[in-house]
């Protein structure tokens, strides 16, 4: 199992352009979400999807779009990057949305706006 | 909103000894768990210990244990007889029994010294 896939590793971006990071899982699981990690202050939630077609907003959504249109996929969209969305990103997923069930994380993408 | 509290930036800890690092969070919920995540410079994100909030008895998984005071609101994470690999980032994290979206606190740098 490859568990939890994000693409790309690392990107470096210009103010105002647009990027797509790519998030999979192979473990067909209900619930996906994204993190940031700033320094000094850990996981905040972005947005998350509890299933297919179905998303919501975390805690720090402004500036990115998501959407699921099948199980395995979760990208995280910048429409207009700025230097603020300079962070590593994490894609995590777990079998349902209960808060009993353990997150799967993916490795992690570093984005630079430059 | 939930809030977690980790107060020790950074800590270091002898090889071979125990250290304790300490999380404090606060929620008025009575269905929730908790748990601490090991970062190492991977920066891959690792299930270290989780507990259910409605057990009285405190996890522990190998060398791991925590200390749950539900009235104190405290989880405080015990690693004994640490290693050179233990050093990491350790983050306390929380969320409500109904779903997956995870609170973090804003980490501790452990280090481990020879």
């Known amino acids: 199992n490859a568990g939890v896939t994000q693409t790309p590793k690392f990107q470096v971006l210009k103010t105002g352009q647009s990027m797509t990071l790519q998030c999979a899982q192979d473990m067909n699981h209900e619930y996906m979400s994204w993190y940031r990690q700033d320094p000094g202050m850990g996981l905040r939630l972005i947005h998350y999807?509890?299933?297919?077609?179905?998303?919501d907003q975390g805690e720090v959504p402004n500036g990115y779009n998501v959407s699921r249109s099948t199980t395995e996929d979760f990208p995280l969209r910048l429409l207009s990057a700025a230097p603020s969305q300079t962070s590593v990103y994490f894609c995590?997923?777990?079998?349902?949305?209960?808060?009993?069930?353990?997150?799967?994380f993916g490795a992690g993408s570093r984005l630079t706006v430059l | 909103a939930q809030t977690v509290t980790q107060s020790q930036p950074e800590m270091s800890v002898q090889e071979a000894e125990t250290v304790t690092l300490s999380c404090t969070y606060d929620t008025s919920e009575s269905d929730y768990y908790l748990f601490w995540y090991k970062q190492p410079p991977s920066r891959q994100m690792i299930l270290v210990i989780r507990q259910e909030a409605y057990k009285q008895q405190n996890a522990t998984e190998n060398r791991f244990s925590v200390n749950f005071q539900k009235a104190a609101k405290s989880f405080s994470l015990k690693i004994s007889d640490s290693q050179l690999g233990d050093a990491a980032m350790y983050f306390c994290a929380y969320s409500t029994g109904t779903a997956s979206k995870l609170t973090f606190g804003t980490g501790t740098r452990l280090q481990v010294t020879l």
């Open positions: 999807s509890v299933g297919a077609g179905i998303t």
């Open positions: 995590a997923s777990s079998y349902s949305p209960s808060g009993a069930n353990v997150l799967t």
